[in-house]
């Protein structure tokens, strides 16, 4: 008889678990069968003796078969899937898929919400008015086969277990593992039906892995078993010691991707996106020099291609274009302000420490049950590098909540002020390869 005990008791006592029972084990808990305490303990398990290899592509493979496959064959162009291990301001999907679109690769993204300190793209689409971004199986295709991408969340239909697991992780200290970041990801980017996947992999203070070390093994994990099911994979290791732009937290994300669209994003978001999307169009077969490709996505962005793309999907996902496309203003949470008490250098903003104080404004969740704010968040005013004086505002937050003073503190604390300058943080440390080299990259 199939006992889920046993499972969970082989992995504490890390003892390999047979292929077959942690089949069983993923596919009963998708469907119901299974409780969350159990799935709970077997999660902490998982978290403190890990995986081996081959329990890790089980995991992946069970993940992934818990719901349907996509079938995307009737597709026209190259189909690119795109992910982040998750970060703080980390708006890059809102601005790569409609301009890798624009250029007309088809990318088909199931995404997931805010995990701990760390923002969702999921979330972030859901701040705009009317958008409901999980999606049936059909309108998915439908949506990508007309406006040349779509995202969309884990559904009863599509990776079903990771829809459930993830947001288990998020309440019991289970989000850092590597195997269940695998697993996660892997699951829905192989549920995709895909040609090739870019993967952006963060390391850092506001990374799920702090250690450069951990995120290159990450790195190196997702690669082997992107290429072992066939899709030809890469990943940049990229910097999240520090906010990724100014803007933390829902709305004030869907603003900047917009300015980013618009070709007025701040510099680092930027440098990213052209980064990235460097490595996306060379794994679609584009062979030109970096600078060419960086021309090319610049001219999508300035002939106003990739912004129509954004606006096409906005439209197809019941949102209100209206709103995004006259940079109409919601009546936000009231606004405060923190002011430098210091004059020097900003020498480090703790990306950790923001996403924090944009949960504790409203932004995130702190249980499961826990509703989002889409309109809390933090917008910082200055960038690493930069010079400040007394009275200068270094941040603006926007929450609903009656915890000012806590919020403040928590932005105060988590931006360094030093006497000597501080360099700017460079957004991209290196490309991966598939044996988990890290290689210099430049544009
Ligand atoms: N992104 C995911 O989809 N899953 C994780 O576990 C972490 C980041």
Redesign the pocket.
Known sequence: MFNPVEIIKLKRENRPIPKDSLTRFIKEYASGRIPDYQMSAFLMAVFLQGMTVEEMVTLVHSMRDSGKVLDLSDIDGFKLGK????GVGDKISLVLAPLLASMGISIPMIS?RG?GHSGGTLDKLESIPGLNPVVSLAKFKRVLKKVGFVISGQTDELVPA?RRM?SL?DVTAT?ESIP??VG??MS?KLAEDLDGLLLDVKTGKGA?FRSQKDAIHLAKLLIQVGLDFGVETRALLTDMDQPTGCAVGNWLEVQEAIQCLRGEGPSDTMELVYSLGIVALRIAGDVDAPGEIVSKLQQSISSGRALEKFFAYVHELGGDTSVIEKDKRFPLPREHQVLSQKAGNLSAIDAYEIGMASCLAGAGRLRMEDDVDHFAGILLKKQVGEGVEIGEPLATFYTRKDIKPEIENQIRNAITISETPGKPVKPVRGEIDRNGRLMSFGI
């Open positions: 992910h982040s291990t998750g997931g995990l990771d993830y992780r989000i269940l970041v996660s990801i829905k799920f």
